[in-house]
């Protein structure tokens, strides 16, 4: 399974983006079982939890940073997961890494995920 984010970019504090991670390759339909996430990775810091959505979209978990102001979705028809960054703040500047969990659940952590993409970058001025 292959994982391709896109959507970074730069834009005023304030502002939005709005990031989507699509799956390709031979089994990327078994990733519509399986729950979805966003990380990210800001220079010299460890990669953090942002949201997380469940295999059918029920069930979404967000860090507290980012709640309120982001919103996970995904189309399971198309195998793609979307983030949705509103007002958004220099400190939400970094990496964006999309991944595909191990299993149905909205996992946090790093270790239940199973398949990661290559990031996209997002810059936020101040």
């Known amino acids: 399974v292959q994982l391709q984010a896109s959507g970074g970019g730069l834009v005023q504090a304030g502002g939005s983006l709005r990031l989507s991670c699509a799956a390709s390759g031979r089994s990327a339909r078994t990733t519509s079982n399986n729950g979805m996430g966003w990380f990210r990775q800001a220079p010299g810091k460890e990669r953090e939890f942002v949201a997380a959505?469940?295999?059918?979209?029920?069930?979404?978990r967000y860090t507290a940073s980012v709640r309120g102001r982001f919103t996970i979705s995904r189309d399971r028809t198309t195998n793609t997961v979307y983030l949705q960054m509103n007002s958004l703040k220099p400190e939400d500047a970094a990496v964006y890494y999309c991944?595909?969990?191990?299993?149905?659940?909205?996992?946090?952590?790093?270790?239940?995920?199973?398949?990661w993409g290559q990031g996209t970058l997002v810059t936020v001025s101040s």
């Open positions: 991944a595909a969990a191990r299993g149905a659940t909205p996992a946090t952590s790093t270790s239940e995920y199973r398949y």
């Open positions: 959505i469940s295999w059918n979209g029920g069930d979404t």
